[in-house]
């Protein structure tokens, strides 16, 4: 199981790292995708088959659907992909990457003080998820609810028609 | 046999069985489709036109693969696979009979959902890197339709969850002993229906290519090999979605005198010849019309499945 993981593991960084750098956003999404992916497989191995699963469907399966509906939407050509070259000189590498570096370096240094322990999780049941979920963590779960509502009250809000210009025309359609 | 060689038996048994089976529902709905419709079909190669699918493939086959100069091409040829692959995977959760089974996942349901979504990469992506007005607007389509019919094809289904206690595929096929769960969770039946066929895109909900408007939607630029593969991965879609149904609301193996097997087969073709009835029968709505009855009328029915559902359990347990 524990080559699984270091495989998974390493899929996850190259393609992330792959996001970083492709031009293309459509070809950055789809290793956004596979990213995604191989971190569904390294919680499966940790024995959460429930949590994998709910990553697939919810990261992998709908956000990132919508991700490439809107790319879709937006129609980005050749344009986006000469502004994206522009952006991606060297010289814009060095103060995102030194940031990254110190990150990565505190990385290893708490690994390096413990005891690896990959791989060693008990599988949680679904069961047992859901009784956490809605006893010690059900807080957490009503406050993710209420911010969840805002954000459907204001998507409302942004993609309601005026009734001023409904008026205008006797079928919804407007008029000017 | 050792394990493995069961287990490597049982997959390759799956796989053989479920290319030819859906290869040959092409000509059985072309077949049943005829009959429909008051004519023959193709009935010219070999018994009862049956070697129709294989001159196909022989056809097929023998076509240059060509990817068009202007398409995006790594995403033109990945696009077909993801299709076959996301729904082949699937199938590894399907419980056919007891012990015959490729993987006994304890979330086998989520996984099949979670595979389910995955599929809709592959119209969307053919439809993008096609680079073709028609195929992008079939492929925006396929995204919108999925995303849309996706999200109360896993509320329907947590009725069903509900009642068997479980996400496992076995554990709720053994629920159902006493009594099949299409009869308590009808509504749940009725929307994970109309959503099975929404996220295979078949008529009525074949916007995503439909011909009269699209030529033919995201798969205008395909052809060959490439173009078998939409086609296999959308009948390959409709044994699956119909092998779920029988598995979730029709009691899966489970009947009287013949072997489980052949229970779950008889099923599950009595399934797929309804979604070619269908096909045959029903027209195709406005895309608008698609959504607003998808979020205005299935989403509200299978929410209030689940507060039902929920709540007659909760009254019956106390």
Redesign the interface.
């Given at each position: 199981m524990e080559t699984v993981f270091y495989i998974s593991a390493a899929i996850a960084v190259l393609s992330t790292l792959m996001v970083v750098t492709r031009r293309?956003a459509?070809?950055a999404l789809?290793y956004l995708?596979v990213s995604l992916l191989a971190v569904a497989v390294i919680l499966f191995v940790l024995g959460g088959?429930?949590v994998a699963?709910?990553e697939?469907?919810v990261y992998?399966?709908?956000i990132m659907?919508?991700f490439?509906?809107v790319?879709?939407?937006l129609?980005i050509g050749h344009e986006a992909v000469r502004q994206e070259r522009q952006w991606l000189r060297p010289g814009n590498w060095i103060g995102p990457a030194l940031l990254t570096g110190v990150l990565a370096a505190e990385l290893v240094y708490i690994l390096a003080g413990r005891a690896a322990g990959v791989a060693s999780g008990e599988?949680v049941?679904?069961?047992a998820l859901g009784a956490s979920l809605f006893g010690p963590y059900v807080l957490g779960v009503e406050m993710a609810s209420l911010l969840l509502l805002a954000a459907l009250v204001g998507a409302y809000h942004l993609g309601r028609r005026t009734t001023t210009r409904q008026e205008q025309g006797s079928d919804g359609i407007d008029k000017r | 046999m050792s394990p493995t060689a069961v287990y490597l038996v049982t997959i390759f048994g799956l796989l053989i069985a479920v290319f030819t089976l859906s290869a040959g529902l092409i000509w059985y709905e072309r077949r049943l489709l005829a009959l429909f419709q008051d004519r023959y079909g193709p009935n010219r190669v070999g018994p009862f036109g049956l070697l129709q699918s294989v001159a196909d493939i022989v056809k097929i086959f023998f076509k240059e693969d060509w990817v068009p100069p202007f398409a995006d091409k790594p995403v033109f040829v990945i696009a077909p696979a993801v299709i076959i692959v996301a729904t082949l995977m699937s199938f590894g959760v399907v419980a056919f009979a007891p012990g015959v089974m490729v993987s006994d996942l304890n979330v086998g349901l989520l996984f099949f959902l979670a595979m389910s979504s995955m599929g809709a990469y592959g119209v969307a992506l053919a439809g993008w890197s096609s680079n073709n007005k028609y195929s992008l607007l079939g492929g925006l389509r396929a995204a919108a339709q999925v995303i849309s019919y996706e999200v109360f094809m896993g509320l329907s289904l947590m009725g069903v969850v509900m009642m068997a206690g479980s996400f496992n595929l076995v554990r709720i096929v053994q629920a159902q002993e006493r009594m099949w769960f299409f009869l308590p969770q009808l509504v749940g039946m009725a929307v994970f229906m109309v959503a099975g066929f929404a996220e295979t895109f078949r008529i009525p909900f074949d916007l995503p290519e439909a011909e009269n408007e699209l030529v033919a939607g995201f798969h205008t630029e395909y052809s060959g090999m490439k173009f078998a593969f939409f086609f296999l991965g959308e009948y390959i879609g409709i044994s699956l979605v119909s092998a779920m149904l029988v598995i979730l609301f029709f009691g899966g193996w489970l009947g009287p005198v013949l072997p489980p097997l052949a229970w779950f087969f008889i099923k599950t073709f009595i399934f797929i010849s309804f979604f070619i009835l269908v096909r045959g029968s029903l027209p195709r709505p406005r895309f608008d019309q698609l959504m607003a009855y998808g979020w205005k009328v299935m989403l509200p029915l299978s929410l209030a499945n689940l507060v039902v559902t929920a709540g007659i359990l909760l009254w019956r347990r106390s």
């Open positions: 293309n459509v070809h789809l995708i088959p429930m699963v709910l697939v469907i992998a399966g709908a659907v919508l490439v509906f790319i879709i939407v129609n599988q049941s679904p069961a | -």
